[in-house]
């Protein structure tokens, strides 16, 4: 599933590195950095569900990686 994500997160990047001026970079930044935080959502709500002594036992309000939905 966070496959579709890193593509995205990979894309972004490389439309940054070929920004030609700041206001190219300043448009693709917020949406890589949005990309970003959701993978670091994703990766810890997998963390959580592998090893969840680390962090407690899980409430009925954590997220689960499975019920993570991608923006589209």
């Given amino acids: 599933m966070s496959s579709s994500l890193e593509d995205r997160i990979r894309l972004?990047?490389?439309?940054?590195?070929?920004a030609?001026?700041?206001?190219?970079?300043?448009?693709?930044?917020?949406?890589?950095k949005a990309a970003i935080r959701d993978h670091i959502h994703y990766v810890r709500a997998i963390v959580v569900e592998t090893?969840?002594?680390a962090f407690g036992t899980p409430s009925k309000t954590?997220?689960?990686?499975?019920?993570y939905q991608f923006p589209s």
Avoid: C, G, V
């Avoid at 972004?12 to 070929?18: E, K, M």
């Fill in 12 to 18: 972004l990047t490389d439309r940054a590195f070929a």
């Fill in 51 to 53: 090893i969840p002594e």
């Fill in 62 to 67: 954590t997220e689960s990686a499975s019920d």
């Fill in 20 to 32: 030609k001026n700041q206001s190219e970079l300043d448009a693709i930044l917020p949406e890589l």
